[in-house]
């Protein structure tokens, strides 16, 4: 019987123009993940000779990953692959005005010149081709061989096209070395080490200074960051969204769960002025931190992935940390966690805060997602599709004082490791 986290994958086969030569057998990749695009390029590679850029998700037949049966379009300007025996395939290639310009025949094309040019302007010299890991709705990673060392090409949707802009604001903090960004793409330095999915609780502590550290830095520069194009969690702007976002996913959800998340919704009012009693202010919310979104090498730990950033407040950041965090290291992190915030802001109630808190940041989880669906196409919709109500109902078991449904794990936001 085969794993259900076993990824099979058909390759619908196009030039860069759109004419579609026809589809692959299907194959099994080495990684289940579906937005791993390197296994499927060195696949190709391997058994026909033939170079292919992986561009979208057609269709999946799994409701959410990872595994089971993926098709994918992929592109390719090699005259063998005319030679290949392609099977018709019977779609067809359909715009639409929510597809990705990396998405596009052609498009990953462009985001390498402009990475060409951007390298020859600042005198890197290129030692071999740009090689392709990973698509999908919420980046396209291509690693870049430079001379003595790798670079990074990063782009990204235009709801994540914030990332350059605050990475330029953080260089010099523990935050990828930018080389060049415009416009959604970001090229930079590789970072030392391995991801830190394993992290010890020395490790997790420093991540939790580290952002701390950050967080107290642009604590009062709310404008600022909204300037920049970071979303908007604050208290007015959170609560409008987890309303709106408990009303349409309410059907997915038990009565018991609405119930409890009307209840939730009512009372935002009061925990939001609560919060503000704790003393801790908004600032910089990273969105996304995970020990598995940070990288080091035993001196030095970087933090990545700052597209899903926001302004809120900062403790948002605790509850998605400790869920990916070894149960043995929790006493120690929560500890160092509100240690930090009380030497930041003395007299603050960081415990407190997220007591409030714990709830709204499940909810705030669901309202992310729900942003995702708004602003993909629909065959990309299997990745974040059951998201939201899952977020919903581990909102309403906080809520109702309950420990609540945890969520799934995995690489639905990095990919099983792939970095940055």
Excluded at 354 to 364: D, K, M, N, S
Excluded at 381 to 388: F, L, N, V
Aim: proline share 8%.
């Amino acid at each position: 019987m085969r794993s259900s986290q076993q990824r099979v994958a058909t390759l619908v086969v196009c030039t860069p123009t759109g004419e579609t030569l026809g589809q692959m057998p299907p194959f099994e990749p080495e990684l289940p993940w579906w937005q791993d695009a390197e296994g499927l390029v060195r696949w190709v590679r391997e058994r026909h000779s033939v170079e292919v850029t992986v561009l979208r998700l057609l269709e999946a037949a799994l409701p959410a990953p990872p595994g089971g049966e993926v098709t994918y379009l992929v592109e390719t300007s090699d005259p063998r692959a005319r030679n290949m025996s392609l099977a018709p395939w019977i779609g067809s290639l359909e715009g639409h005005p929510l597809r990705l310009v990396y998405a596009e025949p052609g498009g990953p094309a462009r985001d390498l010149e402009w990475a060409a040019s951007a390298l020859e302007e600042r005198g890197f010299r290129r030692s071999g081709p740009a090689e392709q890991v990973r698509t999908w709705n919420l980046s396209s990673l291509w690693r870049i061989p430079v001379e003595g060392e790798t670079l990074w090409l990063k782009c990204v949707p235009p709801f994540f096209a914030h990332e350059g802009e605050i990475l330029t604001r953080l260089q010099g903090a523990s935050v990828p070395t930018l080389v060049a960004h415009a416009s959604g793409r970001i090229l930079m330095r590789e970072i030392a080490g391995e991801d830190q999915y394993d992290a010890g609780p020395r490790a997790l502590q420093a991540l939790v200074s580290i952002l701390v550290g950050l967080q107290t830095q642009w604590s009062g520069r709310d404008e600022e960051l909204l300037a920049l194009g970071l979303p908007d969690w604050r208290a007015a702007a959170l609560s409008e969204a987890i309303e709106s976002v408990v009303r349409r996913t309410a059907p997915d959800l038990s009565d018991a769960d609405v119930r409890a998340l009307d209840y939730m919704v009512d009372g935002l009012p009061e925990r939001f002025a609560g919060l503000r009693e704790c003393g801790v202010p908004d600032s910089l919310v990273h969105g996304d931190f995970s020990p598995g979104n940070s990288r080091g090498d035993g001196t030095e730990l970087v933090l990545l992935d700052w597209g899903d950033c926001g302004v809120g407040h900062p403790l948002l950041d605790q509850s998605a940390f400790m869920d990916r965090t070894s149960s043995e290291a929790h006493p120690q992190v929560f500890d160092h966690w509100h240690n930090a915030w009380r030497l930041a802001v003395p007299g603050s109630d960081p415990a407190r805060a997220v007591e409030l808190l714990t709830p709204v940041a499940a909810a705030r989880q669901a309202v992310t997602y729900q942003g995702f669906l708004d602003r993909i196409e629909p065959s990309e919709h299997p990745y974040h599709r059951a998201d939201p109500a899952l977020w919903l109902r581990r909102a309403a078991g906080l809520a109702r004082g309950a420990a609540g449904i945890k969520p799934r794990r995995g690489p639905d936001r990095n990919a099983g490791g792939v970095t940055p």
